[in-house]
């Protein structure tokens, strides 16, 4: 066992889909997976493996913020050797233009923590997704009719800020969505030479202000677990 994973050796499998809530992962693991098992309960942070199509897929909560995903990634990868991460979450849109529930392949994740500039001495460091898993998101989106955009993201450590004109400059410079993980998850994949890709649902839209509703994002929880298992 890790310090915040309760799984044995074996029981998690080298993919691991991550999802920041942990009853997301098992809305999914119910609907998706067949001979599910809950490998971890830990802080309430359910994991569980099972099969999908004769593939063995784990799906791991991972909680909201740079420093929780930074926990659960490095784990998976250095604990029970995962090898493909693909992170399923939702993200605020940035761009007025770009409609609740679309799907955005977030091709690098853009940042204000200084979690990077801390490693890699103040300098800059841009943290992108593996192209394999992109292209093939891209390509099994438009097969399943599902449009998809690849775009960078913002990764932010705030979630309530003051200041309305915050993401202005990243809109301006093709930053399509803000969240609040990815960031990390692409940096410790390059470090580690795993594969990791941020599939993303639009929850909500900052410049418009429009909101789903949580029926409205479980249905698109669908679109992004069908893109995500259909390419591994």
């Avoid at 693991?29 to 942070?45: G, H, I, K, P, S």
């Amino acid at each position: 066992m890790s310090f915040h994973i309760g799984a044995k050796k074996g029981e998690i499998a080298e993919t691991v889909l991550l999802p920041g809530d942990p009853l997301r992962a098992k809305f999914i693991a119910d609907n998706f997976l067949e001979n599910v098992v809950c490998y971890n309960e830990v802080r309430n942070m359910y994991g569980f493996t099972g099969t999908y199509k004769g593939s063995k897929i784990s799906i791991q909560g991972t909680g909201m913020g740079i420093p929780s995903t930074a926990i659960y990634t490095n784990e998976l990868i250095d604990e029970y050797g995962a090898k493909t991460l693909i992170r399923i979450g939702t993200c605020g849109s940035l761009k007025k233009e770009i409609g609740l529930g679309e799907i955005i392949l977030a091709i690098s994740a853009n940042t204000d923590s200084n979690i990077n500039k801390i490693k890699f001495g103040g300098m800059d460091y841009a943290p992108t997704a593996n192209f394999e898993l992109l292209d093939k998101a891209y390509h099994k989106a438009h097969e399943l009719s599902i449009e998809a955009r690849v775009a960078p993201i913002f990764s932010s450590d705030s979630f309530y800020d003051d200041n309305s004109d915050r993401y202005k400059i990243w809109a301006e410079h093709g930053v399509l969505g803000v969240e609040m993980e990815s960031t990390v998850l692409y940096t410790i994949a390059a470090k580690k030479n795993v594969h990791a890709l941020t599939i993303l649902t639009v929850s909500d839209n900052l410049i418009t202000g429009e909101v789903t509703s949580a029926g409205d994002r479980e249905k698109k929880i669908v679109d992004m677990a069908k893109i995500a298992l259909e390419i591994i």
